[in-house]
C-alpha cells in the first residue's frame, strides 16, 4: 500500500459518518437507496478490507431491513464526522423525548462515561449527522468508546453498572462498543471478566485474551 493510501484508510475510522458528493454506481443498487440517499447523503465506515482508493461503508434506509454495505472512492466524500464530533450537534427540535435521545442527554449532562471521548454512532449518531428523522422510539443507544489505552475492568464494570440503572430508568438498551487497538469490542463483555473477548476488525472477528496487547492480535492482522 502506497503513502498516500495508508494516509486515506487512517483518515476513517469505523463507525465516522461520510457526507458522500454522489451515490456511487453499484450494480446491485437495492431500490430504495436512491431514495434514501437523496434525502440523506451519508454512509458509515464499517470494518472491512477495500481496494486502494475505496472506504468500506454501509448505507441505511428508513427500515431496519434496508441495510446495503458497498465501497466508496476517496473522491467522492465531502466530509466526515466522528462519534465524538456529534456530541457537539444539538438533538433536532422535538426529539428530545425519544429514549435514546432522552439517555444520551443524560450521559452527557452526568458524564456516565468520564474524560473518555466517546460519542454516538447507529441510529442516534446517524440522525445527529444527516438531520434526518431516524431514530424512533424503540430505537437502542448505540455508542463508541475510545480507549486507546487499557481500560480496567473493575472501571468498565462500574461503568457498566451506571449505565444499567440509566437504562431502568429511561426504559432503552444501551450498547457501549470500546474501540480499542485491536478492535472493537463490548464494554459488557470486557466488564464481566471474561479469559477472551470477541474484537471485530477489518480482518473479521476473533477472540482474544487482551485486546490492548499488540502480540495477541489475530494473524491476519499482523501481516
Same mark, same amino acid.
Given at each position: 500500500?502506497?503513502?498516500?493510501?495508508?494516509?486515506?484508510?487512517?483518515?476513517?475510522?469505523?463507525?465516522?459518518?461520510?457526507?458522500?458528493?454522489?451515490?456511487?454506481?453499484?450494480? &446491485?443498487?437495492?431500490?430504495?437507496?436512491?431514495?434514501? #440517499?437523496? &434525502?440523506?447523503? #451519508?454512509?458509515?465506515?464499517? $470494518?472491512? @478490507? !477495500?481496494?486502494?482508493?475505496?472506504?468500506? =461503508?454501509?448505507?441505511?434506509?428508513?427500515? $431496519?431491513?434496508?441495510?446495503?454495505? %458497498?465501497?466508496?472512492?476517496?473522491?467522492?466524500?465531502? %466530509?466526515?464526522?466522528?462519534?465524538?464530533?456529534?456530541?457537539?450537534?444539538?438533538?433536532? !427540535?422535538? $426529539?428530545?423525548?425519544? +429514549?435514546? #435521545?432522552?439517555?444520551? @442527554?443524560?450521559?452527557?449532562?452526568?458524564?456516565?462515561?468520564?474524560?473518555?471521548?466517546? %460519542?454516538?454512532?447507529?441510529? =442516534?449518531? #446517524?440522525?445527529?449527522?444527516?438531520?434526518?428523522?431516524?431514530?424512533?422510539?424503540?430505537?437502542?443507544? &448505540?455508542?463508541?468508546?475510545?480507549?486507546?489505552?487499557?481500560?480496567?475492568?473493575?472501571?468498565?464494570?462500574?461503568?457498566?453498572?451506571?449505565?444499567?440503572?440509566?437504562?431502568?430508568?429511561?426504559?432503552?438498551?444501551?450498547?457501549?462498543?470500546?474501540?480499542?487497538?485491536? %478492535?472493537?469490542?463490548?464494554?459488557?463483555?470486557?466488564?464481566? &471478566? +471474561?479469559?477472551?473477548?470477541?474484537?471485530?476488525?477489518?480482518?473479521?472477528?476473533?477472540?482474544?485474551?487482551?485486546?490492548?496487547?499488540?502480540?495477541?492480535?489475530?494473524?491476519?492482522?499482523?501481516?
Amino acid at each position: 500500500m502506497t503513502d498516500d493510501a495508508l494516509a486515506h484508510a487512517r483518515k476513517y475510522l469505523a463507525h465516522d459518518l461520510l457526507r458522500l458528493r454522489a451515490l456511487p454506481v453499484m450494480d &446491485d443498487m437495492p431500490a430504495w437507496l436512491p431514495l434514501a #440517499f437523496a &434525502d440523506a447523503p #451519508f454512509a458509515v465506515v464499517r $470494518r472491512a @478490507q !477495500a481496494p486502494s482508493g475505496y472506504v468500506p =461503508v454501509g448505507f441505511r434506509g428508513a427500515l $431496519r431491513a434496508q441495510r446495503y454495505a %458497498g465501497l466508496v472512492a476517496h473522491e467522492l466524500i465531502e %466530509g466526515a464526522l466522528s462519534p465524538e464530533h456529534l456530541l457537539e450537534r444539538p438533538i433536532p !427540535a422535538g $426529539r428530545s423525548t425519544l +429514549k435514546a #435521545f432522552s439517555a444520551l @442527554q443524560a450521559i452527557v449532562e452526568q458524564r456516565y462515561l468520564g474524560a473518555l471521548l466517546w %460519542g454516538p454512532t447507529g441510529s =442516534v449518531g #446517524f440522525e445527529l449527522a444527516a438531520r434526518q428523522p431516524t431514530a424512533t422510539a424503540t430505537s437502542d443507544l &448505540d455508542l463508541l468508546l475510545r480507549t486507546p489505552s487499557r481500560l480496567p475492568r473493575s472501571n468498565a464494570s462500574a461503568m457498566r453498572q451506571q449505565l444499567r440503572r440509566l437504562e431502568e430508568a429511561v426504559d432503552v438498551r444501551i450498547d457501549v462498543q470500546l474501540e480499542t487497538p485491536l %478492535g472493537g469490542v463490548a464494554l459488557s463483555e470486557w466488564a464481566d &471478566d +471474561k479469559s477472551r473477548v470477541m474484537v471485530r476488525s477489518a480482518h473479521g472477528p476473533s477472540l482474544v485474551a487482551d485486546p490492548w496487547a499488540a502480540d495477541d492480535a489475530p494473524t491476519e492482522a499482523r501481516r
